[in-house]
């Protein structure tokens, strides 16, 4: 779709506002508003010249914040009715981030969408055309959340700190017989014991009928309290990006319609299942995927698929920092609940960091790997770019990941695992970004140093802040200390 169509469109829809979308440096969505009349074809060829980024969290300074915001055409969509209860018809538009008064010669290079095209752009270096993604997106859907508020609560209101969920599925609220679900036993549930059933096929019938966006499945996910997963049909790189903003957009604005609050935090529930964004990916060279190899009797991988998972693995420590970028990711990291803590692939297997799929093994369009480490709150185009780029790079250095693992690796012992070269993943935020300080040149093409330096200063930040935080299980394990 080019300007002219959008603007067609928006003449024939009698659309009332336009919502411009980008995202800051952690993939947060950001938005402003113009009226249909206020867009014309210089809105698309100029940008607009509506954005102060030194209000943005890791972009500018305020002595040097002018950005332009140029929107892409192509990510045009009319957004769905909860998005205005005034009942105006309105649409979105995702954009590029450009320092200045110019365009396409100074691209600002902490835009994450403009990173990943970056990325994808090293695709034809390779020999290929296109990678296809889909990503499986959970979360939570609670009734309320209730924070006390501050770590000053305690000691300067004479409160307390904490927080609270309820949930008409969570075994510690009244009331709810037929409703409660127990810890780790809220796979596939049936209604009534699944009360969000419908909430989600309200969210996957407009992805598709609004934002064209296919689903392949929905359901309860394993974790108690309304775990919720939505499987996408697999795309192209930066189509799938939007999609995943748009996805995450629309479940909390939906949620919040319904007196409810979704969240993509990893582990909001401790002793149970936490949420994932486990991320399939394929390479392509025009029809041909280049992941596939019917004379592979093992999986039907190709070397160059083996090289590219060899790249991810040898890669994996500092993947976390883009991928489990909160000091809470690393509370899903952990044994006993189902996510990935090793440095391993497997055919199948989902005890191993990387899996490939074997549903119809011997099918070319259905030839896969799936990394397994990533979570929700991850900025999905800072997780394709590096994901891609390790791979890339592996495929380069030819990194062979070795045998696939076929025992379950969560009851390997610990000379096994040394016996079949298994690594561990980092274990806290500051051991993720301490792995990415010393290992970033694979992402260095792309990722400029300017935009990594200022992404780990503001999470090393984020740690300290919370290694110095007194927390309530603290206090209650060492007030009689």
Not at 246 to 270: D, E, G, H, Q, W
Not at 376 to 405: H, Q, R, V
């Amino acid at each position: 779709m080019d300007y002219k169509q959008v603007l067609q469109i928006v003449n024939d829809e009698s659309i009332s506002f336009i919502d411009f979308w980008f995202v800051d440096i952690f993939g947060e969505l950001h938005n402003v508003g113009m009226p249909s009349y206020a867009i014309d074809e210089n809105s698309f060829v100029n940008g607009l010249e509506k954005l102060d980024a030194s209000s943005i969290t890791g972009f500018k300074s305020v002595n040097n914040s002018d950005m332009i915001l140029m929107p892409d055409p192509n990510s045009f969509k009319i957004l769905p009715n909860d998005y205005d209860p005034g009942h105006r018809k309105n649409a979105r538009i995702f954009c590029d981030l450009y320092d200045g008064s110019t365009r396409k010669e100074s691209r600002y290079t902490r835009d994450s969408r403009g990173i990943a095209h970056k990325a994808a752009d090293k695709l034809g270096e390779f020999g290929f055309t296109h990678t296809n993604w889909g990503p499986e997106i959970e979360f939570f859907v609670f009734d309320s959340i209730n924070v006390y508020p501050s770590p000053y609560a305690a000691t300067h209101s004479g409160g307390g700190s904490g927080y609270s969920i309820d949930s008409k599925e969570s075994p510690w609220s009244k009331g709810n017989v037929s409703t409660a679900i127990n810890f780790k036993e809220g796979y596939y549930p049936s209604q009534p014991k699944d009360t969000l059933a419908g909430f989600r096929k309200d969210v996957c019938e407009d992805l598709y009928n609004y934002f064209g966006i296919k689903i392949e499945a929905e359901h309860h996910e394993v974790a108690t309290s309304g775990q919720c997963e939505i499987n996408l049909v697999y795309d192209e790189m930066i189509t799938m990006a939007d999609n995943v903003i748009a996805v995450k957009n629309l479940v909390k604005v939906k949620a919040k319609r319904k007196n409810k609050v979704a969240t993509f935090m990893p582990k909001p529930i401790f002793g149970d299942n936490a949420s994932a964004m486990h991320t399939h990916q394929s390479l392509w060279n025009g029809n041909s995927n280049v992941m596939y190899d019917a004379d592979d009797e093992v999986a039907q991988l190709s070397q160059i698929g083996r090289y590219y998972v060899g790249g991810i693995l040898n890669h994996a420590s500092a993947l976390c920092a883009i991928s489990n970028p909160t000091t809470n990711s690393y509370k899903r990291l952990v044994p006993g609940f189902e996510a990935p803590v090793n440095v391993c692939w497997g055919l199948g297997n989902r005890s191993t960091a990387v899996r490939i799929p074997m549903y119809n093994r011997n099918q070319e369009k259905s030839k896969r790997m799936e990394y397994r480490v990533p979570d929700p709150t991850a900025n999905i185009y800072l997780l394709e770019a590096a994901l891609l780029l390790a791979g890339l790079d592996g495929i380069k250095k030819k990194m062979d990941p070795g045998d696939p693992i076929k025992e379950n690796v969560y009851k390997l012992s610990a000379e096994k695992k040394k016996e079949y070269n298994i690594g561990s993943l980092p274990v806290s935020l500051k051991g993720s970004l301490d792995s990415l300080g010393s290992d970033s040149e694979f992402l260095e093409e792309v990722f400029s140093s300017d935009f990594l330096e200022a992404y780990s200063e503001l999470k090393y930040k984020e740690y300290t802040a919370f290694a110095q935080t007194p927390t309530a299980w603290e206090v209650s394990m060492y007030a009689d200390a």
